[in-house]
């Protein structure tokens, strides 16, 4: 059990990143605009950072002194996947804005709380990408089985749920 732990762990991130890229490639040709705009986001802000990261040899960034940084590209994913969820004509992408905040309370506890733990603070600052990633191919994988079956459908919502309609 230990081994397989240890290739985990030595393997996990090029394989989320070799997954998004081919995610990218896959939705570039067959995916809708949401799920363009959501790998988009995905790999600006979670998989080109690492890179960023690790060119500048800054170390573990989610828990070191540039957590605010990180913690900032969070925050902005967070808004991002909120308005394409907002928008979107399906309902996956409300789970991975869910993830994504999941991330940001775990940012802001890490603010709140010195003693925390900095296993946890990774685990949920970094783990809600695995989640997200998988929720997204699965995504995929529904629109192009779907746009196969029916045909070409609405990619947004053509009217944003507002108060307005919930009149008592």
Known sequence: MGD???FFNAYRVPALHLTSFLLLGG????GGAPERWLIGIFIAI??????????????AAE???????VMLLDMLA????IGVALKANRNYPLWIAGFQLVAVGAHLVRSIIDTISPLAVAILVIGPAYCQLLLLLGGFIRHALRERRFGPYREWRQVTPSARGLQL
Not at 27 to 30: A, E, L, N, P
Not at 46 to 59: D, K
Not at 63 to 69: K, L
Not at 78 to 81: D, E, G, H, R, V
Request: proline share 9%; no cysteine.
């Open 4 to 6: 397989l732990l240890d």
């Open 27 to 30: 939705t570039w040709r067959w």
């Open 46 to 59: 979670m998989v080109l950072p690492t890179y960023v990261i690790w060119w500048f040899e800054l170390g």
């Open 63 to 69: 828990v070191g002194p540039y957590a605010p940084a």
């Open 78 to 81: 967070a808004a991002l996947f």
